[in-house]
């Protein structure tokens, strides 16, 4: 980022640090970013809208902010949300400053920061906050679009290019729901659900350089071994991608002659090609953790597919 510093009324504040994703392609999910644009369309008579994603983990909610960030042109600056969070933490947060001529350095929050900028602010896991940390939002996300900060002593307005996005998973909602003030506050709701099997090969073939000539028979054997083991929802982008990049992992992993990994971290081993056997092998460990979330002993794993 070219400015780190920006002032409120006088005061030097240090501005978060946007997310710059390096990301292939995305697959699909044209009508969900469709709702999102519509929603940040701003004009003089009618105020841009605030979304909320809504979806089961893995499923592609962050990889939609982002890239509709990317259409947009603009910085995208995320807050993640956990139950420690506080209301002035989404603001703004003080520390001893390194510069000798300054006690306190202000530091503000990716949310300050992108209503400053004119940017994104998207918060990831919203429902994980507690509802009176969220009452800063209820300022910025209507027509006031301004926040008071306790720490500066100043009120803090958003550009006119400040756009807010925010996303939960489905479990952490049913839990404990948004409060009231935030839910009529984020419209619309956007349900982003499981994407559709051509959908997932596609984001297979896109996310591995191997899969992208030549990978049919083994998204076949994919699809067979996430069929046959009665796991009771479609997989989701995340599964798909572990699966195939630790098979990936075990083919390279196997053609070692000594089982040895010369650099984990460099490009100096030589990439071996994927065999069925390697994807076997990857979705039983897959299978077993996701069983072990769901604490079932491992002793009930029943092992159906090839060593
Ligand atoms: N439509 C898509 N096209 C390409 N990759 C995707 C797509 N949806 C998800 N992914 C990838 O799947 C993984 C999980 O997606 P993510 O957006 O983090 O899910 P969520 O935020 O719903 O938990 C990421 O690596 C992401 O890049
Ligand atoms: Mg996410």
């Given at each position: 980022?070219?400015?780190?510093?920006?002032?409120?009324?006088?005061?030097?504040?240090?501005?978060?640090?946007?997310?710059?994703?390096?990301?292939?392609?995305?697959?699909?999910?044209?009508?969900?970013?469709?709702?999102?644009?519509?929603?940040?369309?701003?004009?003089?008579?009618?105020?841009?809208?605030?979304?909320?994603?809504?979806?089961?983990?893995?499923?592609?909610?962050?990889?939609?902010?982002?890239?509709?960030?990317?259409?947009?042109?603009?910085?995208?600056?995320?807050?993640?949300?956990?139950?420690?969070?506080?209301?002035?933490?989404?603001?703004?947060?003080?520390?001893?400053?390194?510069?000798?001529?300054?006690?306190?350095?202000?530091?503000?929050?990716?949310?300050?920061?992108?209503?400053?900028?004119?940017?994104?602010?998207?918060?990831?896991?919203?429902?994980?906050?507690?509802?009176?940390?969220?009452?800063?939002?209820?300022?910025i996300l209507d027509e006031r679009r301004y926040v008071d900060s306790v720490l500066l002593g100043e009120r803090i307005h958003a550009h006119r290019g400040f756009r807010f996005i925010a996303a939960t998973n489905t479990d952490d909602l049913d839990e404990t729901p948004l409060p009231e003030f935030i839910r009529s506050r984020m419209r619309p709701v956007i349900r982003v659900e499981y994407p559709e099997r051509s959908e997932i090969d596609g984001i297979i073939r896109s996310h591995f350089e191997e899969m992208k000539a030549d990978g049919s028979s083994l998204l076949d054997r994919f699809w067979e071994l996430w069929t046959n083991n009665?796991?009771?929802?479609?997989?989701?982008?995340?599964?798909?991608?572990?699966?195939?990049?630790?098979?990936?992992?075990?083919?390279?992993?196997?053609?070692?002659?000594?089982?040895?990994?010369?650099?984990l971290e460099s490009d100096s081993c030589e990439s071996a090609p994927i065999e069925e056997k390697h994807l076997d092998k990857a979705f039983d460990v897959f299978r077993e953790s996701t069983r072990r979330d769901n604490n079932v002993p491992s002793t009930h794993i029943h092992s159906s597919t090839k060593q």
């Open positions: 980022m070219k400015e780190r510093n920006a002032k409120i009324q006088g005061k030097t504040v240090q501005l978060s640090p946007p997310y710059q994703g390096t990301h292939s392609r995305i697959v699909a999910r044209e009508n969900e970013m469709r709702k999102v644009l519509a929603a940040w369309m701003g004009r003089q008579s009618s105020q841009p809208l605030s979304p909320l994603l809504v979806g089961e983990p893995g499923v592609g909610k962050n990889r939609i902010v982002y890239e509709c960030a990317r259409l947009c042109d603009k910085e995208l600056y995320i807050f993640q949300g956990h139950e420690d969070v506080t209301a002035e933490d989404l603001i703004c947060s003080v520390r001893f400053s390194d510069d000798p001529g300054k006690k306190m350095d202000y530091i503000v929050s990716p949310l300050v920061t992108a209503m400053l900028r004119g940017g994104v602010c998207f918060i990831d896991e919203i429902a994980k906050i507690r509802p009176r940390a969220l009452a800063p939002l209820a300022s009665g796991i009771n929802r479609p997989p989701t982008p995340r599964d798909s991608i572990y699966i195939f990049g630790y098979a990936l992992n075990l083919a390279d992993f196997e053609s070692l002659r000594d089982r040895r990994p010369c650099n």
